[in-house]
């Protein structure tokens, strides 16, 4: 169990819908990190936040926001859905912004459908 | 459980014997390298990491070898367990402008360890 927690497990939505995934990252983490894992595809970064404030983008569609919280819990909200967004995406927390430490810890993942 | 990556190359090995997995990786500049392994229906798992000021890293039947020459990383595996069958991603920590850095990953390997 790396302490990183991510809610829902499984989510099936329909194509034009909208959904939110939750993150809680390891005690003590300030960062947290969203990542896309397609079938095809290797661990896709989208986004990077530290201790509430955006720290670096990758791949991450017009479609696809996130936000860090307070209390450091992330949400990633996915908007008007398509069929290709079907992926498993994962939350990953590192105690810094990846100065002396880049290790991070990954969480469960979500698998979303999208039919 | 489910598959991760269905097209990933794969290595097969027999219990007991060594597996070596490799890895070419892009930056000339990245200075810090991470193996995770991926089993199904879980998110990636840190086995060992490696700093660019050295060549090898041994940890718990695991070796980490870096090779800054032709950009080339390989993780062994000592008497190799059905419990390593999993999929392998190797990461490299790339510096971006701005003073952020990015864990770049790997498309994976597969290591399928048969009785």
């Known amino acids: 169990d790396s302490g990183v927690t991510q809610t829902p497990k499984h989510l099936i939505t329909a194509t034009g819908q909208r959904v939110t995934l939750r993150c809680s990252p390891r005690?003590?983490?300030?960062?947290v990190y969203w990542y896309q894992q397609s079938l095809d595809q290797g661990l896709q970064f989208l986004i990077q936040?530290?201790?509430?404030?955006?720290?670096a983008k990758g791949n991450i569609l017009e479609r696809f926001s996130a936000q860090q919280f307070p209390d450091l819990h992330s949400e990633l909200n996915l908007s008007s859905l398509e069929l290709g967004d079907s992926a498993l995406y994962f939350c990953?927390?590192?105690?810094?912004?990846?100065?002396?430490?880049?290790?991070?810890?990954f969480g469960p993942g979500t698998r979303l459908t999208v039919t | 459980g489910e598959s991760v990556g269905l097209h990933l190359p794969t290595l097969s090995v027999q219990e007991g014997d060594n597996s070596i997995i490799n890895c070419a990786y892009s930056?000339?500049?990245?200075?810090?390298f991470i193996w995770y392994k991926q089993e199904s229906g879980k998110g990636p798992q840190f086995i060992i990491d490696?700093?660019?000021?050295?060549d090898k890293r041994q940890g718990q039947r695991v070796t980490v070898l870096l090779n800054k020459t032709v950009k080339h990383l390989s993780l062994q595996i000592a008497a190799t367990q059905p419990g390593d069958s999993a999929v392998y991603f190797c990461?490299?920590?790339?510096?971006?402008?701005?003073?952020?850095?990015?864990?770049?990953f790997g498309a994976g390997t597969r290591l399928a360890v048969h009785p």
């Open positions: 990461a490299e920590n790339s510096r971006f402008s701005g003073g952020y850095n990015k864990l770049i």
């Open positions: 990953a927390s590192s105690p810094a912004a990846g100065g002396a430490s880049y290790e991070q810890y």
């Open positions: 005690s003590g983490d300030l960062s």
């Open positions: 936040y530290y201790n509430g404030e955006e720290r």
């Open positions: 490696i700093r660019s000021n050295m």
């Open positions: 930056n000339s500049a990245s200075d810090y």
